[in-house]
């Protein structure tokens, strides 16, 4: 299909991409290459030898990628960047994500997740892309069209953006592949979501404040998430499939907040209660069965393990930006 050699990710996985392609020399593009899954996404193509175009609103450079700096809602910006670089495979990560109901996001969530979504996926369809890789989201809604409500702008941004994929693979042909990552989480993620911010509340002496945590989630460690995207892009027969990925297992907001407090070792009690629930929220588990059955996934990392790596990685960077900080101060 894309690629010819076959490699194995993660030997201690359980049948580990039996048929996962190597992705040595191969022209991928990834649209949200700073974000969380986009910055993970990068760096794993990158070691494996790809040749990776990486599309970012502000402009950056840097690295071994090639970045540009396109705005992804005007069609013919979209295609003349799709006709220069004609990626093999375009995994498209990009947008506003909030789970916020607020009106001022209606736009914002519309432009940069559907515009943007029909403009990549019509332009890579008129160039032949061979893959093209989208992401749903947790929040959309489940069950009958005709009665569901997203709960967010943005939900309906990624619910509506979905179906233009699944349409675009139905009418045209176009090899979509769409992916849901459940809630992922690990190194490099946005200060603001829950378990980095708690992490660093708690290491510099502050109290999290948080809302009840009895909200549940399925918890994915990144490497997890990355290693099913791949294997998404590359085996056949998955297009126009949507991929749930995640651990199958509901576990509450608390618990985890919990674990991370007696990881960071702290006699610190989060503020459960300080801030009130979100209405509305979604809460489901991953179905495994289509990921186990068709791309031989299935998550390799505990809770325990992924939390532990987490909080190990936002301490080392706490103490070297502290070390830093510190050598400034003798220079002076």
Same mark, same amino acid.
């Given at each position: 299909?894309?690629?010819?050699?076959?490699?194995?990710?993660?030997?201690?996985?359980?049948?580990?991409?039996?048929?996962?392609?190597?992705?040595?020399?191969?022209?991928?593009? /990834?649209?949200? =290459?700073?974000?969380?899954?986009?910055?993970?996404?990068?760096?794993?193509?990158?070691?494996?030898?790809?040749?990776?175009?990486?599309?970012?609103?502000?402009?950056?450079?840097?690295?071994?990628?090639?970045?540009?700096?396109?705005?992804?809602?005007?069609?013919?910006? /979209?295609?003349?960047?799709?006709?220069?670089?004609?990626?093999?495979?375009?995994?498209?990560?990009?947008?506003?994500?909030?789970?916020?109901?607020?009106?001022?996001?209606?736009?914002?969530?519309?432009?940069?997740?559907?515009?943007?979504?029909?403009?990549?996926?019509?332009?890579?369809?008129?160039?032949?892309?061979?893959?093209?890789?989208?992401?749903?989201?947790?929040?959309?809604?489940?069950?009958?069209?005709?009665?569901?409500?997203?709960?967010?702008?943005? =939900?309906?941004?990624?619910?509506?953006?979905?179906?233009?994929?699944?349409?675009?693979?139905?009418?045209?042909?176009?090899?979509?592949?769409?992916?849901?990552?459940?809630?992922?989480?690990?190194?490099?993620?946005?200060?603001?979501?829950?378990?980095?911010?708690?992490?660093?509340?708690?290491?510099?002496?502050?109290?999290?404040?948080?809302?009840?945590?009895?909200?549940?989630?399925?918890?994915?460690?990144?490497?997890?998430?990355?290693?099913?995207?791949?294997?998404?892009?590359?085996?056949?027969?998955?297009?126009?499939?949507?991929?749930?990925?995640?651990?199958?297992?509901?576990?509450?907001?608390?618990?985890?907040?919990?674990?991370?407090?007696?990881?960071?070792?702290?006699?610190?009690?989060?503020?459960?209660?300080?801030?009130?629930?979100?209405?509305?929220?979604?809460?489901?588990?991953?179905?495994?069965?289509?990921?186990?059955?068709?791309?031989?996934?299935?998550?390799?990392?505990?809770?325990?393990?992924?939390?532990?790596?987490?909080?190990?990685?936002?301490?080392?960077?706490?103490?070297?930006?502290?070390?830093?900080?510190?050598?400034?101060?003798?220079?002076?």
């Amino acid at each position: 299909m894309v690629c010819s050699c076959l490699v194995r990710l993660r030997p201690t996985a359980i049948k580990m991409y039996m048929a996962t392609h190597q992705f040595s020399g191969v022209k991928v593009l /990834v649209t949200g =290459a700073r974000g969380f899954i986009g910055s993970h996404l990068c760096d794993a193509l990158r070691r494996m030898g790809a040749q990776v175009h990486a599309v970012s609103r502000g402009l950056h450079s840097g690295g071994e990628l090639r970045w540009w700096q396109v705005n992804l809602t005007d069609i013919e910006t /979209v295609r003349k960047l799709l006709t220069d670089i004609r990626p093999e495979i375009l995994f498209h990560l990009s947008g506003h994500v909030t789970a916020a109901p607020a009106l001022e996001f209606a736009l914002s969530t519309f432009d940069s997740h559907v515009v943007s979504t029909v403009r990549l996926l019509t332009a890579a369809t008129e160039i032949g892309c061979k893959r093209v890789v989208l992401t749903a989201s947790l929040t959309e809604p489940q069950g009958s069209a005709s009665k569901v409500v997203p709960s967010s702008p943005y =939900a309906a941004a990624k619910w509506t953006s979905c179906a233009y994929g699944r349409m675009f693979h139905a009418l045209y042909q176009t090899p979509v592949t769409i992916v849901r990552p459940f809630m992922a989480y690990g190194p490099m993620q946005n200060t603001h979501k829950i378990i980095p911010y708690v992490t660093l509340s708690l290491l510099r002496g502050e109290t999290p404040k948080l809302a009840s945590g009895r909200w549940q989630a399925d918890w994915i460690y990144i490497d997890d998430v990355i290693e099913g995207v791949l294997a998404a892009a590359c085996l056949p027969g998955v297009e126009g499939s949507t991929i749930d990925l995640g651990s199958g297992i509901m576990i509450p907001v608390r618990e985890v907040v919990d674990q991370v407090v007696t990881l960071v070792g702290t006699s610190i009690k989060p503020s459960f209660g300080a801030l009130p629930d979100r209405p509305a929220e979604e809460i489901r588990a991953a179905d495994l069965a289509y990921a186990q059955d068709r791309l031989g996934w299935r998550p390799a990392t505990s809770l325990e393990e992924g939390l532990t790596r987490t909080v190990a990685w936002y301490t080392e960077q706490r103490r070297a930006t502290a070390s830093l900080f510190n050598q400034k101060e003798e220079l002076r």
